[in-house]
């Protein structure tokens, strides 16, 4: 790309990260910013995921078959005579302008967030300077937010190599799970700035919470192979696949991480029984999911400061069995799929918000003790940083 469409392109990313920016800066105190930017960050980088869940499911992961830009443009309508030519040439193909325009608009957010990133490090870095000439207690953690940075060019790095690889399924599925992280981490961040006291729920709750973390992000990469693998469709039937509890299926090409897409290692062609295997095992496993963050959730909801995410952990859980449900039997409709996608990111964050609200290490001062008929203080009188 010439220097003045690199340019064009940052410019677009520097004017949507803009409008977060001047909604934090205006009218608050400096003390706030900070934790303001970051859960505006998560509240794009969510947004971010589910565009970028859109983007893949309209098949428009190709719609510019290039990086940064659109056919070196920094924008469709600037590679207008490209697009047209490829469109012309493959009127079916992955290259419409429709589809460039999708993932240029992933491309833009994605942008945006890296700069509220890299405006989160220079606030935490002038806040901790700031703070240290006053003594006070410090929550900057430029560290943290200079690892998000690292982070979100990693992800930056993965969305070039899914175009450049042609969707390759080990690079849209990392691209997918480093995105997740991304997330985790921006609102682990945003609640250790809210300075909350933790919530004593019990070594059984402590390590069920973490349980149904891990169980959520084995099943959030089974998604992210499904989808990388088109094999929504491999079973259409509910809950048999295909007529049958066990129907023919082909493991290990399907769980080979490096191939092509819809292709086997030595080249040929994947087979039904290869996508079956890929979705039933998702579909399996979501049964280990359903029972352990239910339970989550169903423990949480007795936890006075914990009633409200295990409220919503529980919605989200419903949410996500049906719009899945909904993804076979109607053939995978995109409002459906689109959901789905949403509510996996929704789940991730509703149960890292637990795990961090159930401290393993803590001081008693730092922790407020919830039997079932206890009402949670109000976040006024509660750990509360001041200014």
């Known amino acids: ?48 995921i589910v565009f970028g869940g859109f983007t893949r499911l309209t098949d428009s992961g190709l719609g510019c078959p290039d ?42 957010l994605a942008m945006a967030v890296g700069v509220l990133i890299v405006t ?6 002038r806040r901790r300077r700031r703070r240290r000439r006053e003594a006070t207690t410090d929550r900057s953690f430029p560290v943290m937010t200079a690892g998000l940075l690292g982070l979100v060019v ?34 682990r961040h945003g609640l250790e700035l809210d300075g909350r006291a933790g919530v004593d729920g019990g070594r059984g709750l402590r390590l069920l919470s973490s349980t149904g973390l891990a169980v959520l992000v084995v099943q959030i990469a089974l998604g992210g192979w499904v989808s990388a693998n088109y094999a929504v469709l491999a079973c259409t039937d509910f809950p048999k696949c295909q007529g049958v509890w066990l129907p023919p299926m082909d493991f290990e090409n399907g769980f080979h991480l490096w191939r092509d897409l819809g292709r086997t290692a030595d080249g040929g062609y994947l087979s039904v029984a290869a996508l079956t295997a890929i979705h039933w095992v998702h579909r399996s496993f979501a049964i280990v999911v359903l029972l352990t963050v239910g339970l989550l959730a169903w423990r949480a909801r007795s936890i006075g400061g914990l009633k409200g995410p295990a409220g919503v952990l529980a919605g989200l859980l419903g949410l996500q069995f049906v719009s899945g449900l909904v993804n076979v039997v109607f053939a995978w409709p995109l409002i459906a799929a689109v959901l789905h996608n949403a509510g996996a990111a929704g789940l991730l964050a509703t149960v890292i918000v637990i795990n961090y609200r159930l401290p393993r290490t803590h001081h008693p001062s730092s922790v407020v003790r919830f039997d079932a008929t206890t009402s949670p203080p109000s976040l006024s009188t509660v750990g509360r940083t001041p200014g």
């Not at 469409?5 to 803009?18: N, Q, R, V, Y």
């Not at 056919?71 to 460039?100: C, L, Q, R, W």
């Open 1 to 48: 790309m010439q220097a003045f469409d690199l340019l064009l392109l940052a410019f677009k990313g520097i004017t949507i990260a803009s409008l977060p920016i001047a909604l934090v800066y205006v009218g608050r105190a400096p003390g706030d910013r900070l934790r303001r930017l970051a859960w505006v960050t998560a509240f794009l980088t969510f947004d971010l």
């Open 67 to 108: 990086w940064p830009g659109c056919y070196a443009k920094a924008n469709p309508f600037m590679a207008a005579h490209d697009i047209h030519d490829a469109e012309t040439a493959m009127p079916f193909g992955p290259v419409t302008m429709s589809k460039a325009w999708i993932e240029m608009i992933h491309r833009y």
């Open 120 to 125: 989160m490090l220079v606030v935490s870095i």
């Open 154 to 187: 990693l992800q930056g790095a993965f969305g070039a190599w899914t175009v450049t690889q042609k969707l390759q399924p080990i690079f849209v599925t990392t691209h997918l799970l480093l995105g997740l992280a991304l997330l985790a981490l921006l609102i």
